[in-house]
């Protein structure tokens, strides 16, 4: 029986496409994991002499390097499961252009010829399918749309963070976590936090990497900690509201972050910058939205919500039923199965 192998230059959990990996293992596919480090030549010769007995070879995100090397040096032609472009993660993102743009340029032309090397490539929305083929150009029926999803098993296991920040008496909390970045908007929810500051209402951050230039207001709880899948699902459970992406950045209107699937799967409701990224897979029904970068509107969006303390669990409920029909780990598994079918025709 032969074997769909996932190439990585990460460690196991961290790319989305871990998701898909741990849906297949569930099904009962024979699937393995094999993460590569430097120098890369080497470790392609050594594959290569193992004469592996490849169904399929899925190259996970963010590796999309490996995808040239797989075509060069293994004579396949991978499915990438991109998710979204490095150019976009690097350079869109991070402003990481270097010396007269040439890191840019770099990175670009990986990505370019990453896809060119793959069979099929997946990406995380339809907005994102749109801004592939423009940018690489890039055929329509190679590039696929496959939602990002979590790893269930992970996130059905709740674990208590070491610096917990109980829930006070009689306060309405508020949730951040994630990553310190440009589509984060931690600028914006450090001003709505000084609008709400006299409010019965509390914030719990978790931010690795936030400068402590930035300030909070005196009801916000900060820490710089990183979390496991385990203790993320803890304080979603343990929150009344989840924030979301808060900037007014572009990317968001092609990307589905993480942490909105994390919130459906533990129907807590979730709050986040309009974007016509969330609004492809979730209605205004399934959650709360703010106009993007306005912290005037978050901190009124928070404090209308907090009102409404009673009943905001059936928006929560919404959302989780939408995972429920599109975005839960077999679902998105079954369809990866599919789309790795189809690259064979």
Not at 3 to 29: A, H, M, N
Not at 234 to 257: E, M
């Amino acid at each position: 029986m032969k074997t769909i192998y996932f190439l990585s230059l990460t460690e196991p959990g961290y790319s989305r496409s871990w998701t898909y990996y741990q849906g297949l293992v569930r099904q009962g596919k024979k699937v393995e994991y094999i993460r590569l480090d430097r120098p890369y030549l080497k470790q392609f010769l050594e594959l290569r002499s193992r004469n592996l007995d490849i169904k399929h070879l899925v190259i996970t995100s963010p590796s999309q390097l490996i995808s040239i090397y797989s075509r060069v040096f293994l004579g396949i032609r991978p499915v990438l499961d991109a998710g979204w472009s490095l150019f976009e993660g690097e350079v869109v993102s991070r402003r990481s252009f270097g010396f007269l743009g040439l890191r840019a340029l770099k990175i670009y032309l990986i990505d370019y010829f990453a896809n060119l090397s793959a069979s099929l490539v997946l990406v995380e929305s339809a907005a994102q399918k749109r801004y592939f083929e423009k940018l690489f150009f890039i055929n329509k029926k190679k590039v696929k749309v496959l939602y990002t999803g979590i790893d269930e098993h992970a996130f059905s296991t709740t674990i208590q963070p070491k610096n917990y920040f109980p829930r006070e008496v009689d306060t309405f909390s508020v949730l951040f976590r994630g990553k310190y970045n440009a589509e984060a908007g931690l600028e914006v929810l450090s001003k709505a936090t000084k609008l709400l500051e006299s409010e019965r209402i509390s914030f719990s951050i978790y931010s690795p990497g936030i400068p402590n230039s930035l300030i909070f207001s005196q009801n916000t709880r900060l820490s710089r900690d990183f979390l496991n899948k385990a203790e993320i699902a803890y304080l979603l459970k343990s929150t009344d509201l989840s924030l979301g992406q808060l900037s007014d950045n572009p990317r968001l209107s092609r990307t589905i972050p993480h942490k909105a699937f994390e919130a459906a799967f533990c129907s807590t409701p979730y709050l986040t910058s309009k974007s016509l990224g969330i609004l492809e897979l979730f209605s205004e029904d399934e959650v709360f939205t703010f106009e993007p970068g306005s912290a005037d509107d978050l901190a009124t969006k928070i404090y209308e919500i907090s009102l409404q303390r009673g009943s905001i669990a059936e928006v929560g409920s919404k959302m989780r039923n939408k995972y429920e029909k599109l975005a839960t780990q077999s679902v998105l598994s079954t369809q990866f199965i599919r789309y790795l079918e189809s690259a064979d025709k």
